[in-house]
């Protein structure tokens, strides 16, 4: 039996809460909300999982009070799938307190935690040394709550959208520097630099959003951005992440795909159609994570340290 307790009760607490608690071999408490912060946190369950916010300064605290209690952690803040790339310092301090009580802390999700990164590495398994990497994901962001489409960049003008970048109240969708770093470093390469480009999708007509904000005519409705990593003075890893929220008014259909190339030829193109959805995709594999992290060595560890997530029945 895994005990597990939630703190954040949005979206993907919510969600998680109502796959994991359909498991016979878990008791699940929560999802809990920000005044019930000590219920969630100190509750020495086996696996506290985190689904509040993106930054890994914003949840450090609440890692660090679970790990004190003596649980493991799951947390899907964005920058915790790879948290040496914000903060190398803090990131080392989390590990040491984890090994220290002997429980793994991990950032799981979609993206990151799947596609920008151990789905590249699964592929890079049957692939030629040398290749260069592309993911590019087309995907329809309606499904969000107003806080996290905020943070996108939706709902802005161009000129607002562009204020908003530069006071990095606006983020595109984050995590992809964090997934291109699980790459390198499980293969040791040394990323260089990272060139990233963020651009909003305006829209030409106004867009109603049920329960969140409107999305006026002009204004974005989404956003078009691309990073790419450099490795020995060369593009080595170029991620590419088309969101809006209205994929069908502007003839566009949800896709993932990963293109390995050798000497700058195509060695192999995947497909997935339609992508993989971000609410359904990220709490099942939050939900089919609970066995991995419980089972992993000690410490903060990345998806390149996990096995597979799956649909999994516990086992002692
Ligand atoms: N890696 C991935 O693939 C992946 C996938 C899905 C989601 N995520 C990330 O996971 C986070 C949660 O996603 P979601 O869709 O559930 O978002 P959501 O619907 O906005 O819910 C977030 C919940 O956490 C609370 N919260 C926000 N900031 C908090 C903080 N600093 N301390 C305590 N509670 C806080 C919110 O409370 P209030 O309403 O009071 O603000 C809300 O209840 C987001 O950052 C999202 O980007 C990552």
Known sequence: MATISI??????G?????????????VVYGPF?????????????????????????????????AVEHGSHVLVSSE??????????VLADELDRLALANKVSIAGCGVNPGLI???????????????????????????GFGATVLRRIGVGKTLQ????????EEILGHAGFPQSMAVVASA??????????????????????????????KSESAGVNQTYTAFVDGKPWFTSHFY?????PGIDKSAMDEIELSLNGKTFQTIQLKPGIGSQVGSQNMVANSVVRILKARDGWVTTADLQPAYPENFRN
């Open 7 to 12: 703190y954040g009760a949005g979206q993907l």
């Open 14 to 26: 919510n969600s998680t809460a109502e796959l994991l608690r359909k498991v016979p071999d878990h």
């Open 33 to 65: 909300r920000r005044d019930e912060r000590n219920k969630a946190l100190n509750s020495g369950a086996d696996l506290v999982i985190i689904a509040t916010t993106t930054k890994f300064r914003d949840v450090v605290n609440d890692i660090r009070q």
């Open 79 to 88: 920058e915790c799938a790879f948290p040496w790339a914000v903060d190398s």
């Open 116 to 142: 920008f990164d151990s789905l590249v590495l699964t592929l890079l398994g049957a692939a030629p040394r040398g290749c260069t990497i592309a993911v590019r994901r087309t995907v329809n962001i309606s």
């Open 160 to 167: 607002a959208f562009q204020d908003a970048v530069a006071r």
């Open 187 to 216: 293969m040791g390469l040394k990323i260089e630099r990272i060139e990233k480009e963020l651009l909003p999708i305006l829209t030409e007509d106004k867009i109603d959003l049920p329960g969140r904000f409107p999305v006026a």
């Open 243 to 247: 969101g809006h929220v209205d994929l």
